[in-house]
């Protein structure tokens, strides 16, 4: 299955519920993936990312 974006959190996800917004708002329609292993980091910060995990960077 691919994963779909959350529209919300741009969050990476394989389902149909993002499980930490819990949004069902999802595309497949993403470009770009961005990993997140310290969210204290400057990129994470500059993309406004507050958790660890998998995001897309654009989202039509």
Do not use: Q, Y
Not at 2 to 16: H, Q, S, Y
Not at 22 to 50: F, H, Q
């Amino acid at each position: 299955m691919p994963e779909k974006a959350c529209k919300t959190c741009k969050r990476l996800v394989k389902g149909n519920v993002c499980p930490i917004c819990k949004s069902s708002d999802l595309t497949r329609s993403w470009k770009g993936t961005l990993m997140v292993i310290n969210p204290d980091s400057e990129l994470a910060k500059e993309a406004g990312l507050t958790s660890p995990g998998k995001f897309a960077i654009k989202i039509k």
